[in-house]
């Protein structure tokens, strides 16, 4: 690191007088300047290039991630408590936050997105969301057909 004469006297006569008492331990008076140059110079390790945000906000690819989803969606039919409605409302919670084209296969990704129209055809209502809306007006028989589509399809 250079420090220019001319331009930081401060600085430099603040280093100048920098020292130690007979303890050994530094006299910390008069010593802004230098402190704030220690900070600068410790903060250096945290420092980013100019894109670094551009790096850090990109959408990241998760190959299965839709896969992964499904596979909740399942279990959760499988081993959730209570009726068969409920464990689908959980299962939909599962699945939902993935898209179609995070699922690889053509077939599977046609099945997925006609599973989630079948859950999310009713307009939300309230605070409710649309998934909620439409299984309150579904009857048990409808409910198990999209439950046995998830089940079979991923078997």
């Known amino acids: 690191m250079k420090i220019f ?14 020292h130690r008492d007979e303890d050994g331990r530094v006299v910390s008076q008069n ?7 220690r900070y600068g110079v410790m903060m250096l390790r945290h420092a980013r290039t100019s894109g670094w945000k551009a ?3 990109r ?23 209570g009726d068969v409605q409920k464990r689908l409302g959980t299962a939909a919670l599962c699945f ?3 898209r179609p084209e995070d699922i690889p ?7 997925f997105a006609g599973i989630k129209d079948d859950l999310a055809f009713e307009p939300a209502k309230g605070s409710e969301g649309s998934i909620a809306a439409t299984l309150q ?7 198990r057909a999209i439950a046995r589509r998830i089940v079979f399809r991923l078997r």
């Open 31 to 37: 010593d802004d300047a230098l402190s704030a140059l």
């Open 55 to 57: 790096n850090f906000h």
């Open 5 to 18: 004469a001319g331009q930081n006297d401060g600085l430099l006569e603040e280093y100048r007088l920098y």
């Open 59 to 81: 959408q990241i690819d998760y190959p299965n991630l839709g896969i992964e989803k499904l596979v909740h969606a399942l279990y959760a039919l499988a081993t959730g408590a």
């Open 105 to 111: 296969y053509e077939d599977l990704r046609r099945t």
């Open 96 to 98: 939902c936050p993935a």
């Open 137 to 143: 007006i579904t009857d048990d028989e409808d409910v």
